[in-house]
Nanobody
Framework: QVQLVESGGGLVQAGGSLRLSCTVS????????MAWYRQAPGKQRGMVAT???????NYADSVKGRFTISRDNAKNTVYLQMNSLKPEDTGVYYC??????????????WGQGTQVTVSS
C-alpha cells in the first residue's frame, strides 16, 4: 500500500551528474527522515544521505561536497543531486522513508532501487 518509486538512475561518465528522485505514495503519514542508501556490487548497503522533515541533512563522508539531498514535503518526494561522480559511486540506490506507526514506533519503507553506473 505504501510505495516508494525511484527514478533518474543511469549510465554516466566519471565527472558527470545525475539527479535521483523518489516519490512516496499510499497511506503514510508524518514522514520524518527520508534518505538515500546505495549498495555497490559485493558490498553491504550503506547510507548516502539523510534529511529530516525540517531540512536537517547528513551525508556520508565519501559524498560530502558532491551530493545534495533535498525534499518537497508537499509532493512527498526526496531528491539526490549527484555531481562529480566517481566510479566508486556505482551501485543500486535505494530510497527510504521513516514514519510513525501507532503503537509500534517508527517504520522504514524502502523503494525498489535504481541503478547508477559511473564509467571511468
Amino acid at each position: 500500500q505504501v510505495q516508494l518509486v525511484e527514478s533518474g538512475g543511469g549510465l554516466v561518465q566519471a565527472g558527470g551528474s545525475l539527479r535521483l528522485s523518489c516519490t512516496v505514495s499510499g497511506r503514510i503519514f508524518g514522514i520524518n527522515v527520508m534518505a538515500w542508501y546505495r549498495q555497490a556490487p559485493g558490498k553491504q548497503r550503506g547510507m548516502v544521505a539523510t534529511i529530516t522533515q525540517t531540512g536537517i541533512v547528513n551525508y556520508a563522508d565519501s559524498v560530502k561536497g558532491r551530493f545534495t539531498i533535498s525534499r518537497d514535503n508537499a509532493k512527498n518526494t526526496v531528491y539526490l543531486q549527484m555531481n562529480s561522480l566517481k566510479p566508486e559511486d556505482t551501485g543500486v540506490y535505494y530510497c527510504k522513508a521513516q514514519a510513525p506507526v501507532l503503537g509500534k514506533g517508527w517504520a522504514d519503507y524502502w523503494g525498489q532501487g535504481t541503478q547508477v553506473t559511473v564509467s571511468s
